[in-house]
Structures are given as structure tokens and as C-alpha cells.
């Protein structure tokens, strides 16, 4: 079994090593996707250093102007040879050591899809508005597909790599979420989740999502139900 990690990064050049250096400890054969959406600050140097030292395994791909999160995703996407495909914030409000249990339910068969879900697991230093938009957008998904999550916008989101690869997505930003989830659950996928531990960052420590995104993943949501 081989994992692909796409790791999506904008502007993280203080985590990106640490989050590398967990993600490489991992017990998999795995390739590690880093996709640089552009960082205007020392990033692209640190990746660039990544690839030179670990040449057999990091693949960096690189957008001349930054296009968001949804959009490096699917760079990674069309890169990814992996049996298995999982995301990786470049940050560490997730911990990499999670990863095997967030793939375990693929790996023994028991899905396609799994979900780290924080609501299952450990959330920490989330602001009371994120939380509740998180339940109401859990809810949504909940009531407009016919399957209970508990974390539709989480980070952790693995996949099977030929049923992710099949779906066709359109996002940019971080409505990538909501977008990958609707598709999913409309193609009749069951999504497992399994608990994970979050630590969340305040935007003076580099935290990007805000709450505009929010209504935007609303609007997709609703958007994906009815139509295609």
C-alpha cells in the first residue's frame, strides 16, 4: 500500500519543516505532494531544501499566483499515485501521528472515504463562532444528504485514490470541503469518521479560513444537492 500526502501551503515557513519531519516518521511506503500556492514568504525556499534532501519521495509543485487552498488540492490531485490519498494541513492544529488511524477504516476495507472528525475526538482554543459554524454546516450535510457527520469541514479527508481521482471538482478556496463531500455522498460513498485531536490557531498565528467562508460553504452545499 503506498499513502500520498498532498500538503497544501500558503505562507507557512515557520511549521512547514516540523510538519514534515512528523509526517516522514509515518510507517508507510508514502509520497509527500507539497503544493505551493505561491508563498511570498521564505517557504518556497524551505520546500525547495525538503525536495533536494528527500528526493525519492517529496514531489513540489508550485502556482505562479496564489489561487487557494481548493486549487492546490487539486494540483496534488492530478499528481497523486498513491492507493490511498490524504490531505495534510501544513500547519499543525492536526497531528500527523493520526494519520494511520484516519486511513485504517480504508485500509481494512470498510470504506472508501474517512474523515478525522475533532467533534469525535479533541477540540482545543476553537472561538465559539467557528464551533457553532462547524456544527451547523455538520448539520447541513446531515439533513441535505442522509448521512450523520459530525465534521464536514475538517482538514483530515482521505480517500481511495480512483474514487477521488473520478470526482470532478471545481473549487478554489477552502470551499473545497463542502464541494468534496456533496459530490461524494451523491455518488453514494459512505464516509467514516474517526476521532482526532485539534488545536486550533488564532489569524495572528497564521490561521487563513475566516467567515466569509462560512457562508460559502453554505451556498455549496445547497449548491450540490440540486445541481450538478
Partial sequence: MKLSIIIPIYNEEKLIKEVLRRVRQL????????????????????????????????????????????????????????????????????????????????????TNVAYGSRFLGEVKRMRLPNLIAN???????????????????????????????????????????PEVTAKLLRKGEKIIEVPVTFTARTFWEGKKIGWRDFFIALYTLIKYRFFR
Fill in 27 to 110: 510507517p508507510f511506503d508514502k509520497e509527500i505532494i507539497l503544493v505551493d500556492d505561491a508563498s511570498i514568504d521564505g517557504t518556497h525556499k524551505i520546500l525547495e531544501q525538503e525536495v533536494a534532501e528527500h528526493p525519492g519521495n517529496t514531489i513540489l509543485l508550485t502556482h505562479k499566483h496564489n489561487r487557494g487552498k481548493g486549487a492546490s488540492i487539486r494540483t496534488g490531485l492530478q499528481h497523486a499515485t498513491g492507493d490511498i490519498i490524504i490531505i495534510q494541513d501544513a500547519d499543525l492544529e492536526y497531528n500527523p501521528e493520526e494519520i494511520p488511524a484516519v486511513i485504517k477504516p480504508i485500509l481494512e476495507g470498510k
Fill in 135 to 177: 456544527k451547523i454546516l455538520a448539520l447541513l450535510v446531515s439533513v441535505l444528504y442522509g448521512q450523520r457527520i459530525t465534521d464536514e469541514a475538517t482538514a483530515y479527508k482521505a480517500f481511495r485514490r480512483e474514487v477521488i481521482q473520478q470526482i470532478e471538482l471545481k473549487c478554489t478556496g477552502f470551499e473545497f470541503c
